[in-house]
């Protein structure tokens, strides 16, 4: 089955204390990304990656990074987590060619006190 | 001027009735465009592409006029399980081998009651 798994689902965590949420995909897509979502202001990516060890900045990449080591995972790194990161994150895949499908993962929720 | 935006919603309809979502545009040079649906708590997931010729999808219906950087859906004969927020994707880079950039409009939220 064609999917894409983020972990953890939800975390809870304080100010400072570094965290990683992970991303993989068996689809075999090139195109993967990291985008945040909160009320008010929809869906804003943060990092992309068009293949293995090429990524770039988004639209709110601060406070974020990501690194692209193998195709099937795209981790999403916060060094130091702040308040203002408390949101509801998603991963995504992009099948290219034809229709441009973009496949989500399942969203991880985190809380930083 | 925002690069997608939506009806702000929310809608709130009976079952059976038909309800259409707009959306416009700024970037001229858009290319691809889509209709994604996301319940609550959950992940976006595609509904449909949206093509120049107009598509539909059993009771679906996608438009695009490029001349207005307009987008429409159109949703027949609503049901319970319709409820949901709508959002408006447009790719500013293309399709195929450029991979894109999706830019999401903030979603319209349609909710059917019985």
């Known amino acids: 089955e064609a999917q894409v798994t983020q972990n953890p689902r939800y975390l809870i965590t304080v100010t400072g204390k570094k965290l990683t949420v992970t991303c993989s995909q068996n689809?075999?897509?090139?195109?993967m990304s990291w985008y945040r979502q909160d009320p008010g202001l929809g869906l804003r990516q943060i990092y992309y990656?068009?293949?293995?060890?090429?990524?770039d900045k988004g639209d709110v990449p601060e406070g974020y990074k990501v690194s692209r080591k193998e195709k099937r995972n795209f981790p999403l790194i916060l060094e130091s987590p702040s308040p203002n990161q408390t949101s509801l994150y998603f991963c995504a895949t992009l099948r290219t060619g034809g229709s441009d499908t973009q496949y989500f993962g399942p969203g991880t929720r985190l809380t930083v006190l | 001027r925002k690069e997608v935006e939506q009806d702000p919603g929310p809608f709130n309809v009976p079952e059976g009735a038909t309800v259409a979502f707009n959306c416009t545009y700024s970037?001229?040079?858009?290319?691809?465009f889509f209709w994604y649906r996301q319940d609550c708590r959950k992940e976006p997931k595609l509904l449909m592409s949206v093509y120049s010729s107009g598509n539909e999808d059993g009771r679906f219906t996608a438009q695009l006029n490029r001349a207005s950087q307009y987008i429409s859906l159109l949703i027949r004969d609503s049901k319970l399980s319709d409820s949901a927020t709508y959002l408006c994707?447009?790719?500013?880079?293309?399709?195929?081998?450029?991979?894109?950039?999706?830019?999401f409009g903030k979603g319209t939220k349609l909710s059917v009651k019985p």
């Open positions: 994707v447009v790719n500013i880079r293309g399709y195929g081998g450029s991979q894109g950039n999706l830019i």
């Open positions: 990656s068009m293949n293995v060890e090429v990524t």
């Open positions: 689809m075999n897509h090139e195109y």
């Open positions: 970037n001229s040079a858009s290319q691809s």
